[in-house]
T-cell receptor, first 115, second 115 residues
Framework: GAVVSQHPSRVICKSGTSVKIECRSL??????MFWYRQFPKKSLMLMAT?????????EQGVEKDKFLINHASLTLSTLTVTSAHPEDSSFYIC???????????FGPGTRLTVL | GQQLNQSPQSMFIQEGEDVSMNCTSS?????WLWYKQEPGEGPVLLIA?????ELTSNGRLTAQFGITRKDSFLNISASIPSDVGIYFC???????????????FGPGTRLSVLP
């Protein structure tokens, strides 16, 4: 149990385009989902906390207009990187917290490369 | 802000050896989580700890929630090549009902196992 999927696993796009990444909890409902960014050989950097049915809470320094988050259901959250630039290239990982449980389960990550 | 320290930063061990790593903070935490991350993958939850003094095992892994609630350790017994990866601790402090949110991640311990 507690499986989280992400799609796509890898994406290459041109500068200026937008990319959508999906995060799904497959066998549990997640009131809260999280989006992280990870640079090579670094720890996880929380970008935003996404609560179902409400606006996401962004961490300081994360542009909410650039990283659009939608959490439309208890099993799906999406991150859209708008007008992507090469500096947005990174490993993006989502996690989900099962309702009533004090833990997080991570997706497999999405490798974004912006040319 | 909240910070977690992990030590050692990296370690090289021989296959079959036992491994010990820890996570410390100047703050008190309510929950400790240990994750393992392999290259190109999302972190996988290994052990969750919810009570001070709690000692929990998962196969060859054992983790403990420190009595002071400011630290946690993870031990791996009889290491094998597939134990290679980065081990992250994560701690949460805050309201008891703030489940799953506001976790802080350590910088990770990079483990290499030599055959």
């Amino acid at each position: 149990g507690a499986v989280v999927s992400q799609h796509p696993s890898r994406v290459i796009c041109k500068s200026g385009t937008s990319v959508k990444i999906e995060c799904r909890s497959l066998d549990f409902q997640a009131t809260t989902m999280f989006w992280y960014r990870q640079f090579p050989k670094k720890s996880l950097m929380l970008m935003a906390t996404s609560n179902e049915g409400s606006k996401a809470t962004y961490e300081q320094g994360v542009e909410k207009d650039k990283f659009l988050i939608n959490h439309a259901s208890l099993t799906l959250s999406t991150l859209t990187v708008t007008s992507a630039h090469p500096e947005d290239s990174s490993f993006y990982i989502c996690s989900a917290s099962p309702s009533g449980r004090d833990t997080q389960y991570f997706g497999p990550g999405t490798r974004l490369t912006v040319l | 802000g909240q910070q977690l320290n992990q030590s050692p930063q990296s370690m090289f061990i021989q296959e079959g050896e036992d491994v010990s790593m820890n996570c410390t903070s100047s703050s008190i935490f309510n929950t400790w989580l240990w994750y393992k991350q392999e290259p190109g993958e999302g972190p996988v939850l290994l052990i969750a700890l919810y009570k001070a003094g709690e000692l929990t095992s998962n196969g060859r892994l054992t983790a403990q929630f420190g009595i002071t609630r400011k630290d946690s350790f993870l031990n791996i017994s009889a290491s094998i090549p597939s134990d290679v990866g980065i081990y992250f601790c994560a701690g949460r402090k805050g309201p008891a009902d703030n489940y799953g949110q506001n976790f802080v991640f350590g910088p990770g311990t990079r483990l290499s196992v030599l055959p």
